[in-house]
């Protein structure tokens, strides 16, 4: 699974992605941007340091039949070329074999020893990311929303009084509802949500502002290419339909979704925002941090179709996550936002390859550009819960911040910021950027 982009030794020639940031060579992330303010067209960015390449514009300069061998350069820019759009869907739709000659030819392109004729042509392409505006990097058709950490389902439980007891489908198959693609965001303002709520010993609902605002802490998995309906994809084979990976927060109004989720499940509680991260780590930039998917002998084992000697010995992520809030009092104050809580992707019940196999074991055909969300990252300390009704076990015991400040669940004005990045000894860190979103008051 490693190749010559993932050489912890190799350096660009741009200094900033020498530097310990994010955007390294060895990582190269998708996004769509455009400058701050700019009334023209969006564009398929690669970061790489403190800029963004501008990949369709690149595609057309003479730089492609030069790179070398064991490079398929047509291939490369077919590639590059599909990215000259607003989004990443086409690119997706090209499959695996294109999109790993592109990241091989952008590696040498940006690589130190690239010729200087090349290292101009690929300058006169770049902008600062400082300058840049975002949006989603995939036109998304259709959004599933997972459920797979067993710690996020125990400590809910026990927060709401079942004594953290968790339905005995969850340990056969990854659960997942339909969400909607039409909130989907980067860098959102999230209006406080209106829905109807049913306070304890009430005789009827009310309808108002939720007062349980949360955020959940996830991943964003993005299909590349698609299946025919009707036509499973095997556990075996999901990896290669998957592009790649960013960050994902399913804020959630908890006191709407308790009242309306039986027997059908979330809707108004769910569907009002969902906030992405702006840039797509690809999955063969995370071949460095892949771990053996191993689930504890107590748990019964996966299902033949969920399961398979790849998966066993490398179908795990070890993938560090984040959670910082700034309330609106630390912005005024000029304070950064405070950390939360910090997990792992590798405690999770199901991998991503099973995500994939049980979406379509009954047919449902997948199509470039679709997105999974991983369900809440939650670890098995309580300092690594992925969401505020953990953190504060349903608002019984609000969470204490250091200038004072206390939370129970999400008010007007709190800004959160998911965070992701790998690294290990021997490999280059990478980082997935923020996924970030603000609180706005309810409509009146």
Known sequence: MLDETHAPSARAWLASANQGGDFPLQNLPYGVCRRKGSAGPFWVGVAIGDSALNLGALSHRPVWATLGPGLDSDLAQQAARAAEADSLNALMALGP??????????????????????????????????????????????????????????????????????????????????????????????????????????????????????????????????????????????????????????????????????????????????????????????APFRLPFERAPEFPPPLPYLDSPALRRVGGLDIELSVTLQTAAMRQAGQDGETLSRTN?????????????????????????????????????????????????????????????????????????LSAWCERPGAVRIGFGSARGEVLPALS
């Open 97 to 286: 074999s294109a999109w790993q000659a592109l990241r091989l030819a952008l590696f040498r392109l940006l690589r130190a020893d690239a010729a200087p004729a090349l290292q101009r042509e690929v300058q006169a392409c770049l902008t600062p990311l400082d300058d840049l505006e975002h949006q989603t990097a995939v036109r998304v058709g259709e959004y599933t929303d997972f459920y797979t950490s067993l710690h996020h389902a125990r400590n809910v439980g026990q927060a709401i009084g079942n004594g953290g007891l968790v339905p005995p489908n969850f340990f056969w198959m990854p659960v997942a509802y339909h969400g909607r693609a039409s909130s989907l965001g980067v860098n959102q303002q999230v209006r406080r949500p209106v829905g109807q709520v049913m306070a304890p010993g009430a005789a009827m609902p009310v309808v108002g502002p939720s007062q349980r605002l949360d955020y959940e802490l996830e991943l964003a998995v993005y299909v590349g290419q698609g299946n025919a309906q009707g036509t499973p994809l095997p556990v075996a084979e999901a990896e290669s339909h998957i592009f790649g990976l960013g960050l994902l927060n399913d804020w959630s109004a908890r006191d709407i979704q308790f009242w309306e989720m039986a027997p059908l499940g979330p809707f108004q509680g769910k569907n009002f925002a969902t906030t992405l991260s702006p840039w797509v780590v690809t999955l063969a930039a995370l």
């Open 345 to 417: 992707f590798r405690h999770q019940h199901w991998c991503i390859a099973q995500l994939l196999a049980h979406h379509t074991l009954g047919g449902c055909n997948l199509r470039p550009g679709d997105l999974l969300g991983t369900g809440t990252v939650s670890g098995p300390t309580p300092a690594e819960a992925g969401a505020l009704i953990e953190l504060s076990q349903a608002g019984q015991r609000p969470v204490a911040l250091s200038n004072g400040e206390h939370r129970a669940f999400l008010q007007d004005g709190d800004a959160i910021a």
